[in-house]
Protein backbone atom coordinates (compact mmCIF):
# COMPACT_ATOMS: atom_id res chain seq x y z
CA UNK A 1 0.00 0.00 0.00
CA UNK A 2 1.25 3.32 -0.87
CA UNK A 3 0.77 5.78 2.03
CA UNK A 4 -0.20 8.92 1.14
CA UNK A 5 1.33 12.30 2.68
CA UNK A 6 2.97 15.18 2.06
CA UNK A 7 6.76 15.03 2.93
CA UNK A 8 7.27 17.91 4.49
CA UNK A 9 8.43 19.55 8.13
CA UNK A 10 5.01 19.41 9.70
CA UNK A 11 4.38 15.79 8.43
CA UNK A 12 7.92 14.92 9.40
CA UNK A 13 8.09 16.52 12.99
CA UNK A 14 4.39 14.95 13.56
CA UNK A 15 5.92 11.46 13.01
CA UNK A 16 8.69 12.45 15.38
CA UNK A 17 6.47 12.94 17.99
CA UNK A 18 4.42 9.54 17.05
CA UNK A 19 7.55 7.56 16.56
CA UNK A 20 8.87 9.08 20.03
CA UNK A 21 5.72 7.82 21.82
CA UNK A 22 5.20 4.77 20.35
CA UNK A 23 8.38 3.18 18.94
CA UNK A 24 11.52 4.53 20.89
CA UNK A 25 10.88 2.80 23.25
CA UNK A 26 12.15 -0.40 21.51
CA UNK A 27 13.86 1.31 17.97
CA UNK A 28 16.81 3.63 17.65
CA UNK A 29 17.32 6.11 15.23
CA UNK A 30 21.19 6.66 15.59
CA UNK A 31 21.48 8.25 12.47
CA UNK A 32 19.70 11.36 13.90
CA UNK A 33 21.03 13.45 16.66
CA UNK A 34 18.14 15.89 19.00
CA UNK A 35 19.97 18.90 17.65
CA UNK A 36 19.00 18.13 14.20
CA UNK A 37 15.80 17.90 14.65
CA UNK A 38 15.79 21.71 15.44
CA UNK A 39 18.39 22.40 12.59
CA UNK A 40 16.81 21.00 9.72
CA UNK A 41 13.17 20.59 11.05
CA UNK A 42 12.21 24.10 13.03
CA UNK A 43 11.86 22.59 16.05
CA UNK A 44 12.80 24.51 19.42
CA UNK A 45 14.63 23.37 21.80
CA UNK A 46 12.25 23.36 24.54
CA UNK A 47 9.89 21.34 22.15
CA UNK A 48 12.25 18.60 21.10
CA UNK A 49 12.76 18.27 24.80
CA UNK A 50 9.24 17.38 25.99
CA UNK A 51 8.02 15.82 23.18
CA UNK A 52 11.12 13.61 21.16
CA UNK A 53 13.69 13.17 24.08
CA UNK A 54 12.85 10.27 26.62
CA UNK A 55 13.72 10.49 30.12
CA UNK A 56 16.80 8.62 30.23
CA UNK A 57 19.71 10.53 30.06
CA UNK A 58 19.71 11.46 26.94
CA UNK A 59 22.43 14.32 25.51
CA UNK A 60 20.76 17.47 23.65
CA UNK A 61 23.82 16.38 20.91
CA UNK A 62 23.54 12.46 21.37
CA UNK A 63 22.27 10.00 18.87
CA UNK A 64 18.43 9.14 19.28
CA UNK A 65 19.00 5.95 20.58
CA UNK A 66 16.50 3.38 22.27
CA UNK A 67 16.96 3.38 26.14
CA UNK A 68 16.24 -0.54 26.20
CA UNK A 69 19.71 -2.29 26.69
CA UNK A 70 20.13 -5.19 23.46
CA UNK A 71 20.77 -7.75 25.59
CA UNK A 72 17.57 -7.42 27.33
CA UNK A 73 15.65 -6.63 24.30
CA UNK A 74 16.99 -10.08 23.24
CA UNK A 75 15.47 -11.92 26.56
CA UNK A 76 12.75 -10.06 26.37
CA UNK A 77 11.83 -10.94 22.48
CA UNK A 78 14.10 -12.54 21.15
CA UNK A 79 15.89 -10.49 19.34
CA UNK A 80 17.01 -6.69 19.57
CA UNK A 81 14.55 -4.36 17.40
CA UNK A 82 16.45 -3.40 14.92
CA UNK A 83 17.76 0.15 14.17
CA UNK A 84 15.85 2.03 12.12
CA UNK A 85 17.63 4.90 10.82
CA UNK A 86 18.26 3.34 7.05
CA UNK A 87 15.00 1.23 6.83
CA UNK A 88 13.04 3.03 4.28
CA UNK A 89 16.09 3.15 2.16
CA UNK A 90 16.54 -0.63 2.46
CA UNK A 91 12.90 -1.62 2.28
CA UNK A 92 10.81 1.47 1.27
CA UNK A 93 7.81 3.68 2.64
CA UNK A 94 5.26 1.30 0.95
CA UNK A 95 6.25 -1.81 2.89
CA UNK A 96 6.90 0.08 6.29
CA UNK A 97 3.60 1.68 5.72
CA UNK A 98 2.11 -2.20 5.00
CA UNK A 99 3.79 -3.64 7.51
CA UNK A 100 2.64 -1.21 10.24
CA UNK A 101 -1.03 -1.92 9.32
CA UNK A 102 -0.86 -5.91 8.61
CA UNK A 103 -0.72 -6.78 12.23
CA UNK A 104 -3.37 -10.02 13.30
CA UNK A 105 -3.69 -11.54 16.12
CA UNK A 106 -2.36 -15.06 16.33
CA UNK A 107 -2.53 -16.53 19.99
CA UNK A 108 -0.07 -19.23 18.74
CA UNK A 109 3.10 -16.72 18.80
CA UNK A 110 4.58 -15.56 21.85
CA UNK A 111 3.73 -11.72 21.73
CA UNK A 112 -0.02 -12.78 20.51
CA UNK A 113 0.94 -11.14 17.12
CA UNK A 114 1.34 -11.75 13.41
CA UNK A 115 1.78 -10.45 10.21
CA UNK A 116 0.82 -11.08 6.58
CA UNK A 117 4.01 -9.20 5.18
CA UNK A 118 6.14 -10.44 7.73
CA UNK A 119 5.24 -14.17 9.01
CA UNK A 120 6.48 -14.81 12.19
CA UNK A 121 7.79 -11.31 12.90
CA UNK A 122 8.70 -10.91 17.09
CA UNK A 123 7.19 -7.63 17.04
CA UNK A 124 3.88 -7.41 18.59
CA UNK A 125 1.25 -4.75 17.29
CA UNK A 126 1.63 -1.81 19.84
CA UNK A 127 -0.20 0.08 17.28
CA UNK A 128 -2.97 -1.69 18.32
CA UNK A 129 -4.84 0.25 20.75
CA UNK A 130 -5.35 3.43 18.20
CA UNK A 131 -5.55 1.30 14.82
CA UNK A 132 -7.40 -1.80 16.37
CA UNK A 133 -6.77 -5.56 16.75
CA UNK A 134 -7.88 -8.29 13.65
CA UNK A 135 -7.61 -11.66 13.15
CA UNK A 136 -6.07 -13.64 10.60
CA UNK A 137 -8.80 -13.32 8.05
CA UNK A 138 -9.21 -9.20 8.62
CA UNK A 139 -12.36 -9.52 11.30
CA UNK A 140 -12.14 -6.60 14.16
CA UNK A 141 -12.28 -8.49 17.67
CA UNK A 142 -11.22 -4.62 18.93
CA UNK A 143 -11.89 -1.43 17.42
CA UNK A 144 -9.04 1.12 17.74
CA UNK A 145 -9.45 4.61 19.20
CA UNK A 146 -8.73 6.54 15.76
CA UNK A 147 -10.67 6.47 13.10
CA UNK A 148 -9.37 4.55 10.40
CA UNK A 149 -8.71 7.24 8.33
CA UNK A 150 -7.05 8.88 11.26
CA UNK A 151 -4.78 6.01 12.01
CA UNK A 152 -3.63 5.64 8.58
CA UNK A 153 -2.58 9.18 8.73
CA UNK A 154 -0.58 8.98 11.79
CA UNK A 155 0.91 5.85 10.38
CA UNK A 156 1.82 7.65 7.43
CA UNK A 157 3.18 10.65 9.55
CA UNK A 158 5.88 7.86 11.09
CA UNK A 159 7.08 6.42 7.43
CA UNK A 160 7.59 10.35 6.65
CA UNK A 161 9.76 10.53 9.70
CA UNK A 162 11.46 7.37 8.61
CA UNK A 163 11.99 8.40 5.12
CA UNK A 164 14.02 11.90 6.70
CA UNK A 165 16.11 9.78 9.13
CA UNK A 166 17.19 7.72 6.12
CA UNK A 167 18.59 10.72 4.68
CA UNK A 168 18.13 13.78 7.08
CA UNK A 169 20.33 16.22 4.80
CA UNK A 170 17.32 16.26 2.83
CA UNK A 171 15.40 19.59 3.73
CA UNK A 172 19.00 21.56 3.58
CA UNK A 173 19.87 20.07 0.17
CA UNK A 174 16.25 21.55 -0.75
CA UNK A 175 16.59 24.60 0.80
CA UNK A 176 20.25 25.42 -0.47
CA UNK A 177 19.55 23.38 -4.16
CA UNK A 178 17.94 26.82 -5.99
CA UNK A 179 20.96 28.95 -4.76
CA UNK A 180 23.02 26.18 -5.95
CA UNK A 181 21.06 25.82 -8.99
CA UNK A 182 21.50 29.59 -9.87
CA UNK A 183 25.48 30.08 -9.06
CA UNK A 184 25.35 27.26 -11.66
CA UNK A 185 23.18 28.95 -14.26
CA UNK A 186 25.25 32.07 -13.54
CA UNK A 187 28.42 30.44 -14.35
CA UNK A 188 27.17 28.95 -17.66
CA UNK A 189 25.97 32.47 -18.79
CA UNK A 190 29.43 33.84 -18.00
CA UNK A 191 31.22 30.76 -19.72
CA UNK A 192 28.90 31.93 -22.59
CA UNK A 193 30.30 35.26 -22.82
CA UNK A 194 33.71 34.73 -21.93
CA UNK A 195 34.16 32.08 -24.89
CA UNK A 196 31.95 34.31 -27.21
CA UNK A 197 34.37 36.77 -26.47
CA UNK A 198 37.19 34.46 -26.89
CA UNK A 199 36.52 33.24 -30.58
CA UNK A 200 36.17 36.91 -31.68
CA UNK A 201 39.31 37.67 -30.51
CA UNK A 202 40.71 34.26 -32.45
CA UNK A 203 39.23 35.42 -35.34
CA UNK A 204 40.57 38.64 -35.33
CA UNK A 205 44.02 37.06 -35.50
CA UNK A 206 43.44 34.67 -38.18
CA UNK A 207 42.23 37.67 -40.35
Given at each position: ?17 Y??D ?9 S ?6 R ?9 V ?31 P ?54 G ?47 I ?8 Y ?14 K
Open positions: MTPHYTFNRTTVIAGARFAHCMACHSVSLRYEYLADLGMTKKEEEDIMLPNGAAWKGQIVSPMPPDMAAKWLGKPPNLSHMDRYLGSKFIYTYLLSFYWDPARPSGWNNYVFPMVAMPNILAPWGGTVPKGQVIFPGRLSPAEYHKNVADVVAFLRYASDPSYFTRMAIGPYVIGMVLFTILAFLKAAYWIDLKKKR
